[in-house]
């Protein structure tokens, strides 16, 4: 209970904080602030922490909708909040201007493993599931999930047109050092996880 009530109050001075038209209507006018406002003004953090201590209905939603489940087809909420943890550090990294291509979480040996070893990684080469430290690739992995299939298909294409130009202009051993930092065993497993199965988003199942 303590922990849902940080949550609330974190959300809630940063709704406090927002100078927006819109936001200050609802905050000065209404006892309840709509979601759709309060995702839009909210840190990413503490959106991860809203959902994380929210309803468990909510996140199980969430997962079925994305198709984070487990090989029995049970909501996987260790997987969602695991990949929007690591979402908002890479986006953190960008916004900073930081190198992104060497970010990793190692594995502690009193936390676990930072690699959640979930069924795409399983169905890639068995390198990745022997290698439990968190890298950039996890990403990739990740919007496997996230992103609509063609995105998905046209994300990886500008992602190996980046790669293949890079690899043109620096010396091959330090191309592969930055592949091997990424967390990419090979190039061609980019072109593995496109093809692997995915199911179509229906966003429109919540319209009812």
Not at 34 to 62: E, Q, R, Y
Not at 73 to 84: A, E, N
Not at 171 to 192: C, K, N, T, W
């Amino acid at each position: 209970m303590q922990q849902k009530m940080s949550v609330i109050s974190n959300a809630y001075n940063e709704l406090s904080k927002s100078q927006l038209d819109y936001v200050r209507f609802y905050m000065d006018n209404h006892k309840q602030i709509p979601t759709w406002i309060m995702l839009k003004i909210v840190n990413f953090s503490t959106f991860i922490d809203v959902i994380h201590c929210g309803k468990t209905d909510v996140s199980h939603a969430l997962c079925h909708l994305y198709g984070i489940e487990d090989d029995l087809g049970r909501p996987d909420v260790k997987l969602l909040i695991g990949s929007l943890h690591w979402m908002r550090k890479v986006r953190n990294s960008c916004a900073h201007n930081e190198r992104v291509y060497c970010l990793q979480r190692r594995t502690d040996p009193h936390k676990g493993p930072g690699r959640i070893l979930e069924k795409y990684f399983r169905l890639l080469s068995p390198g990745y599931s022997r290698n439990l430290d968190q890298k950039l690739f996890d990403l990739f992995v990740y919007f496997k999930y996230y992103l609509p299939k063609n995105e998905f298909k046209q994300f990886i294409a500008e992602l190996k047109d980046m790669l293949n130009s890079l690899d043109a202009k620096i010396h091959p051993h330090a191309f592969e050092y930055v592949r091997g930092q990424m967390g990419i065993r090979d190039l061609s497993d980019l072109d593995i996880l496109v093809s692997l199965p995915k199911d179509d988003i229906e966003y429109n199942k919540y319209d009812k």
